[in-house]
């Protein structure tokens, strides 16, 4: 099943069907993370944790791979109401590379 979804995850990726929003797009700039940063974990990453919104009941997933220039990280995503990947946070893992 994780196959199938990170398979999904990256299709979309790859289309540029997805979406940023606000509060996501400042904590990238704070973090010095960048789209580009995002699209590479997922493309290089796999899924680590499935998790469940306690309130909305949405499937997220916790993506672990790698930014541009190699450094490990994590993205945590989900699949929206209108079918494209909502980047929720992203974050680089102090001192280590993949």
């Excluded at 973090?31 to 997220?60: C, H, M, P, Y």
């Excluded at 930014?67 to 992203?90: Q, R, Y």
Aim: hydrophobic share 40%.
């Amino acid at each position: 099943m994780a196959r199938r979804i990170i398979d999904r995850l990256r299709e979309k990726i790859r289309a540029g069907h997805y979406v940023v929003p606000f509060h996501a797009a400042n904590e990238l700039d704070d973090d010095e993370i960048s789209i580009f940063d995002v699209e590479n974990i997922i493309l290089t990453g796999e899924i680590v944790e499935k998790q469940r919104d306690a309130q909305t009941r949405e499937r997220k997933y916790l993506v672990r791979g790698e930014t541009l220039d190699g450094k490990a990280a994590c993205s945590v995503v989900k699949i929206g109401s209108t079918g494209k990947v909502v980047i929720i946070t992203a974050w680089v893992e102090e001192g280590d590379t993949v």
